[in-house]
């Protein structure tokens, strides 16, 4: 098992940043693929990014590529999300995941690890 504990969410005015990280407790951290998600007020859970558990190879919804940057520090046990110019369709809470074997990153129901939460708001 791994615990995730979002944080580095709040409240921006469009076209600022955030940086949101996901601490990682429990089992090895660098075992395991991370995924980042948003779900908005009415809507389902959206896919935002996802990234491998070595780094090497990292996937972005299209609507935040270019401006989303997922990494992680697996000697931290930390993985983030670097939020540049964001926009008020932004606002959502945003989670991150954790699952050991990873084929389509997209999907939320393939992880099997899910933190809290951490609400991302970004007022127009």
């Known amino acids: 098992q791994v615990q995730l504990v979002e944080s580095g969410g709040g409240l921006v005015q469009a076209g600022g940043s955030l940086r949101l990280s996901c601490a990682a407790s429990g089992r090895t951290f660098s075992s395991y693929n991370m995924g980042w998600f948003r779900q908005a007020p009415g809507k389902e859970r959206e896919f935002v990014a996802a990234i491998s558990w070595s780094g090497s190879r990292s996937y972005y919804a299209d609507s935040v590529k270019g401006r989303f940057t997922i990494s992680r520090d697996n000697a931290k046990n930390t993985g983030y999300l670097q939020m540049n110019s964001l926009k008020p369709e932004d606002t959502a809470v945003y989670y991150c995941?954790?699952?050991?074997?990873?084929?389509?990153?997209?999907?939320?129901?393939?992880?099997?690890?899910w933190g809290q939460g951490t609400q991302v708001t970004v007022s127009s």
């Open positions: 995941a954790a699952v050991a074997a990873l084929v389509t990153p997209a999907r939320p129901d393939e992880y099997d690890h």
